[in-house]
């Protein structure tokens, strides 16, 4: 499995081995041991698997506050996405700052998002669909939004038109309206 930081630390791309043969392809889409082998240590417990049917469909800024915060890894189960994660935990040299990575069937990248980000995805194909492992439950009296297209953030989605957006996503907060339930600890 190969492992790439970003400019967010702790926030990482990994992307497994394919075993390709004339059928197609095999691959280990993830192993806790292997992972805690690379010293990432995470507990999912719940997988999620979303499909939008428009290119342009924005999922996102979401989070869920502790202590039901959500480290993730995302993966791009068939189309292609633009997958983002924002830094929001409070004290952060990397606060409101964000990175993006395109992950897609074809490419096998999943981004690695530990608890304190937003994460949104905008999809560029049809019927794309997101397969991501979460390291909390769903616990929507937890859920929280911030705007996709927060001028603060000022992140570029590659937006042609506009957006395919839920009502709730459509009515998010600003983030100089949010006061963010995460502290940053420092970095290891
Ligand atoms: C997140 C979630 C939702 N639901 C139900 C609640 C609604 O009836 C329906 C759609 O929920 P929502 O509109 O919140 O789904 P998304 O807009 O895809 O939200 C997700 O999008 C971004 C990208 C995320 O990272 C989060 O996992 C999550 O916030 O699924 C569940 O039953 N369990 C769940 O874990």
Avoid at 29 to 38: G, V
Wanted: hydrophobic share 40%; glycine share 8%.
């Amino acid at each position: 499995m190969k492992i790439e930081d970003t400019n967010l630390v702790g926030v990482k791309i990994l992307t497994p081995v394919r075993h390709s043969d004339p059928r197609g392809f095999f691959s280990e889409s993830w192993s806790k041991a292997r992972m805690e082998a690379a010293g990432l240590r995470y507990d999912f417990v719940q997988d999620n698997h979303s499909m939008s049917v428009h290119v342009g469909t924005v999922r996102g800024l979401h989070f869920q506050s502790p202590p039901h915060a959500q480290a993730k890894l995302v993966r791009c189960g068939k189309g292609r996405l633009f997958d983002v994660a924002v830094d929001i935990r409070k004290g952060s040299p990397t606060f409101g700052q964000w990175v993006g990575v395109d992950l897609s069937f074809e490419n096998g990248k999943q981004l690695l998002i530990p608890a304190g980000f937003l994460h949104g995805f905008i999809t560029r194909e049809p019927s794309t669909e997101i397969i991501y492992k979460c390291s909390d439950y769903f616990a929507p009296e937890s859920d929280g939004a911030v705007r996709f297209d927060d001028p603060d953030l000022s992140i570029d989605w590659g937006l042609k038109e506009d957006a395919y957006l839920s009502e709730k996503d459509a009515r998010a907060a600003f983030l100089k309206d949010f006061n963010s339930p995460f502290i940053w600890e420092g970095d290891a």
